[in-house]
T-cell receptor, first 112, second 117 residues
Framework: DAEITQSPRHKITETGRQVTLACHQT?????MFWYRQDLGHGLRLIHY???????NKGEVSDGYSVSRSNTEDLPLTLESAASSQTSVYFC???????????FGPGTRLTVT | AQSVTQLGSHVSVSEGALVLLRCNYS??????LFWYVQYPNQGLQLLLK??????LVKGINGFEAEFKKSETSFHLTKPSAHMSDAAEYFC???????????????FGKGTLLTVNP
């Protein structure tokens, strides 16, 4: 069955370190998204991509970057981790831009 | 700009009782609307979607929602709550931006549903 996976599921890192969260989908969807989920803020869009080599900033993109070298993967990089980036991160994909998004299981990141 | 308001951050019902989770949206163009469910330590799972076809939409696990344009609402209901329905529920709206090139998916803040035995 097609699916979307994220790794690692849990990560603890120190302030200032670079961290990369992986997202892999087997639906062959062109559209992929990264969100963070925090209490009181709901889901907020970090970055998104509509296809290979396409990347766009979301509403909370500062301190994060993405790259899209193939259809299946959209890794999220925290250039220099900060305590404010402690959160649960979700990757999602969709067949068409307007359609529903399918979410991965999430990565819980703690920055100490 | 589009927005979603979920009325009530926490709803508590008894097992077997009606579940009603409220969602109001604002959008300057016809939207697509979605309800997602999130169980503890899991990702969001699509419950149902409205994409301009029938206004009463049926989803998984016995849930349904009705699109009411005049009220800009998309409330989620289930006739009889089960213990397994306890989770957080998110309403979301997708609409084309003013430039006509992109769709943006905007989520509400979520409603935590508690089901009491």
């Amino acid at each position: 069955d097609a699916e979307i996976t994220q790794s690692p599921r849990h990560k603890i890192t120190e302030t200032g370190r670079q961290v990369t969260l992986a997202c892999h989908q087997t639906w062959n969807h062109n559209n992929m998204f990264w969100y963070r989920q925090d209490l009181g803020h709901g889901l907020r869009l970090i970055h998104y991509s509509y296809g290979v080599h396409d990347t766009n900033k979301g509403e909370v993109s500062d301190g994060y970057s993405v790259s899209r070298s193939n259809t299946e993967d959209l890794p999220l990089t925290l250039e220099s981790a900060a305590s404010s980036q402690t959160s649960v991160y979700f990757c999602a994909s969709s067949q068409k831009r307007a359609y529903e998004q399918y979410f991965g299981p999430g990565t819980r990141l703690t920055v100490t | 700009a589009q927005s979603v308001t979920q009325l009530g951050s926490h709803v508590s019902v008894s097992e077997g009782a009606l579940v009603l989770l409220r969602c109001n949206y604002s959008s300057s163009v016809p939207p697509y609307l979605f309800w997602y469910v999130q169980y503890p330590n899991q990702g969001l799972q699509l419950l149902l979607k409205y994409t301009s076809a029938a206004t009463l939409v049926k989803g998984i696990n016995g849930f349904e929602a009705e699109f009411k344009k005049s009220e800009t609402s998309f409330h989620l209901t289930k006739p009889s709550a089960h213990m397994s329905d306890a989770a957080e529920y998110f309403c979301a709206v997708s609409a084309m931006n003013s430039g006509g090139s992109n769709y943006k998916l905007t989520f509400g803040k979520g409603t935590l549903l508690t089901v009491n035995p």
